[in-house]
């Protein structure tokens, strides 16, 4: 509970009421998501929990595919024929930009894959991913503390649908490999090549590209997944016992 608290704190911090300029206020955000990371790291090394290692090599590479979704909003710009937008981040902004998405990628898989998945002892596996990736969807409605407008809620409403996508599928490769770093490189791969990397770029794509690619690519890692669990995991006992 305590750590869900302080995620919120962070997260909701309404930085935006304050009339500073926008790189003060990214280093707001990065100092709050540093201190709560140390705490983190702090809990892990009282309770002697190993969170640096990569277990099993092998098993990681049955999910390299996954690494499609985070090129969606790339694919969806070159399929679309989309244009570049004026580029307005600045080489330091845009330093900040990719610390801050870091520092969110660590902090929310020690949070939601460590703390709380592992947590969910009494269900199986198939519903601590399930719960988790929806625990997860729902901490994003947290955005909403700074919208104002109608398009500002369909934007956050979009996030929490994708976010559930992505909960899953880190959820997924959690579960069957227990290794943090894995799904904290996943994740800020996923924050990078589709929102750093294409904010930065200007990049410029119609609604009917966005969607229909991330519709495809959503149903095509869908059946991966089921192929993985059906041919490999469903014989193991070990990670998906009901």
């Not at 909003?73 to 998405?101: C, E, K, Q, R, W």
């Not at 660590?106 to 596996?125: H, K, M, N, T, Y």
């Amino acid at each position: 509970m305590i750590f869900a608290l302080l995620f919120i704190f962070v997260a909701a911090f309404p930085v935006d009421l304050f009339r500073i300029d926008e790189t003060y206020k990214l280093l707001i955000h990065i100092s709050l998501r540093t201190l709560i990371l140390v705490y983190y790291i702090y809990i892990c090394f009282v309770n002697r929990i190993n969170i640096f290692k990569f277990y099993n090599l092998k098993r990681l590479l049955l999910f390299l595919p996954f690494l499609l979704a985070c090129f969606s909003n790339l694919i969806a710009f070159g399929l679309d024929g989309g244009h570049f937008a004026s580029v307005t981040m600045t080489p330091g902004y845009l330093s900040l930009f990719i610390i801050f998405h870091f520092l969110g990628a660590i902090v929310e898989e020690f949070l939601f894959r460590l703390f709380i998945q592992s947590a969910l002892v009494r269900v199986g596996s198939i519903k601590r991913i399930i719960y988790g990736a929806t625990i997860f969807a729902l901490f994003h409605l947290l955005n909403m503390v700074n919208i104002s407008t109608v398009d500002g809620l369909v934007t956050i409403l979009i996030q929490v649908a994708y976010s559930f996508g992505l909960g899953i599928l880190l959820g997924f490769v959690y579960e069957y490999t227990y290794s943090l770093p894995a799904c904290i490189l996943l994740h800020f791969a996923f924050n990078f090549f589709n929102t750093v990397l294409y904010q930065y770029m200007g990049c410029v794509t119609s609604n009917f590209a966005f969607y229909l690619t991330a519709v495809v690519i959503a149903l095509v890692l869908v059946a991966y997944t089921f192929l993985i669990y059906w041919f490999v995991l469903r014989r193991n006992d070990r990670y998906f016992k009901e």
